[in-house]
């Protein structure tokens, strides 16, 4: 059986999972979820898009910006694993800067149709970083959700569907 995985399903996927993975993080200010439960819910959510894109990897059919992207997120979750103690740090601001990083590199490898989408993403993301600081976290991560979902969601809804 060859299960066949377009890039407009990972990239809705990467869309979906992201908000819900912030929105769930902003639920466990209220619930309240021990940090390591948050990192376990966030690793089940990114399985959904980095399977996918070691699978196309490993059949030669990989789009090289979703491997940048699974490499990244790989690496951050690992990463807010192993410092639980820089918290605010760790889970917010260096998940900020990464995916702004990401953002960038992205609008610099895409034809001209998706372009902007990215570069605002990525002023998005930088922009958004002194709120962590300046805000209740779990309101941030509904900021968060927005900021990093939503340039990604808007590029599948206006290309990639």
């Known amino acids: 059986m060859d299960l066949e995985i377009s890039d407009s399903n990972i990239i809705l996927a990467w869309a979906v999972t ?6 769930i993080t902003a639920l466990g200010y209220r619930i309240p979820l021990m940090p390591s439960t948050i990192i ?3 690793a089940g959510l990114m399985a959904v898009l980095i399977i996918p894109t070691a ?6 059919d990989s789009n090289k910006l979703f491997n940048i992207w699974a490499i990244l ?9 192993f410092t639980p103690g820089l918290q605010i ?3 917010y601001t260096i998940w900020m800067i990464g995916v702004a990083a990401a953002y960038y590199y992205t609008y610099s ?5 998706s372009k902007k989408t990215y570069l605002y993403g990525a002023a998005l993301n930088l922009a958004a970083i002194p709120l962590i600081y300046l805000m209740p976290l779990q309101y941030f991560a509904v900021l968060a959700g927005l900021v990093q979902a939503g340039p990604v969601f808007y590029d599948w809804y206006k290309v990639h569907r």
């Not at 992201?18 to 929105?23: A, D, H, V, Y």
């Not at 699978?55 to 030669?60: A, I, S």
């Not at 997120?73 to 694993?81: A, D, G, I, R």
């Not at 490898?109 to 149709?113: A, D, E, F, G």
Request: glycine share 4%; hydrophobic share 50%; proline share 6%.
């Open 73 to 81: 997120t790989v690496v951050l979750l690992v990463q807010n694993y």
């Open 40 to 42: 376990f819910i966030w």
């Open 89 to 91: 740090f760790s889970y």
């Open 18 to 23: 992201t908000f819900l993975g912030w929105i």
């Open 109 to 113: 490898k895409i034809p001209p149709l």
């Open 55 to 60: 699978l196309k990897y490993y059949r030669d």
